[in-house]
């Protein structure tokens, strides 16, 4: 098994932790490891035969620190010159690894989700793995808890409890009540951007599919070896032409042979800081504190305090978002946490960009 890990993301909406140079998939949101860190050692009983990281240039540099910080891996990482969404970044990792392994089994996962049973997360992700040995193309459905709003669902059908599914549709964000319909329905599940496949699946696939990426990608050219360093130069004259395209969109959605594994494992993608309260023990009356030397409450519930290795007071407040940073600080209600990528959207048209 070879593991790709997704990690060229911006993370806006964790402002002001999450910089450009910085974003959330490099800092500490839980303290302690990175969350790229904690993906990277999450997979390790796996025992991939390597561990490819695709990055962007700028976020390039403390990638590589945060990997070298982990002791020696068979890690390699690929820096894109361009952001171009997740299928020209799967199709490049798969294009090295099918150069070096034709038959190998790709997983891949975002950089920075959240979960919790990372044990029963290793058997579901070796259960996918022989699920996709025929050549099906995988993904890991999260059994939903609760009608959510801010995730895209997948609809499956047939096959036991537990056993791989037939994936029929997948489903755009819904609104309330349709999300209130799929958790009653029972066969509607979380788009968790978990994927697995055999490397010459996905590549077959991707000729089908998206047969311009998929030439702009050979057009690299990919020998045998895991210089990356030698391979930069060409993906730097190859990328900036490449269209920006969703794995799920240009592949998943319109190939014959998928399949979903129901997972529940404890999974959140992290979206913003109110995700947080979910995933992360509270000290009291849902009093979440991170980074923080002490938090004091005083007829206080339900709020977060993230960093500045300060005393945190809190009197009388409800459902807050604080988070303070070296140069910034944040406070916004919880509900509006996702709002937090407009802020970042200000900074920049105020052309404050050593904000960013």
Not at 232 to 252: F, H, K, L, N
Not at 266 to 277: C, E, H, I, R
Request: charged share 20%.
């Amino acid at each position: 098994m070879y593991v790709v890990i997704l990690a060229g993301g911006s993370g806006t909406r964790f402002w002001p932790l999450s910089r450009t140079k910085s974003p959330k998939q490099l800092m500490s949101v839980f303290g302690g490891s990175s969350m790229l860190q904690r993906t990277v050692e999450r997979v390790l009983p796996l025992a991939p035969k390597r561990i490819i990281v695709v990055t962007n240039i700028q976020q390039q540099e403390e990638t590589a620190r945060q990997i070298a910080a982990l002791g020696d891996m068979p890690v390699e990482i690929i820096a894109e010159p361009v952001g171009r969404n997740t299928a020209p970044a799967i199709a490049l990792a798969a294009a090295v690894i099918f150069a070096n392994d034709p038959q190998g089994t790709m997983l891949v996962l975002p950089a920075d989700h959240y979960i919790r049973n990372e044990e029963l997360f290793c058997l579901t992700a070796q259960a996918a793995a022989e699920a996709a040995a025929g050549g099906a193309l995988v993904t890991l459905g999260i059994e939903p808890n609760r009608p959510e709003t801010g995730y895209g669902y997948i609809e499956a059908e047939g096959a036991e409890a537990g056993a791989p599914m037939t994936v029929k549709r997948f489903v755009e964000k819904p609104d309330l009540a349709r999300a209130m319909e799929f958790l009653t329905a029972g066969n509607f599940f979380w788009n968790s951007g978990m994927f697995i496949w055999r490397v010459d699946a996905i590549r077959r696939e991707l000729s089908l599919q998206m047969p311009e990426l998929f030439a702009a990608i050979e057009s690299i050219g990919f020998g045998s070896g895991w210089d990356m360093r030698e391979l930069a130069p060409r993906v730097e004259r190859v990328y900036p032409s490449i269209r920006g395209e969703s794995i799920d969109y240009g592949v998943m959605e319109r190939a014959e042979r998928v399949l979903v594994i129901p997972a529940s494992f404890g999974w959140s993608d992290v979206g913003s800081w109110s995700a947080l309260p979910e995933v992360i023990e509270p000290v009291s009356d849902g009093n979440v504190a991170i980074s923080v030397r002490e938090i004091v409450c005083l007829d206080s519930r339900n709020n977060l305090v993230y960093g500045g290795d300060k005393v945190a007071a809190l009197i009388g407040v409800e459902g807050l978002v604080v988070v303070d940073t070296d140069d910034a600080v944040m406070v916004c209600r919880q509900d509006r946490a996702q709002d937090v990528k407009r802020v970042v959207e200000l900074l920049q048209e105020k052309g404050m960009a050593e904000y960013l």
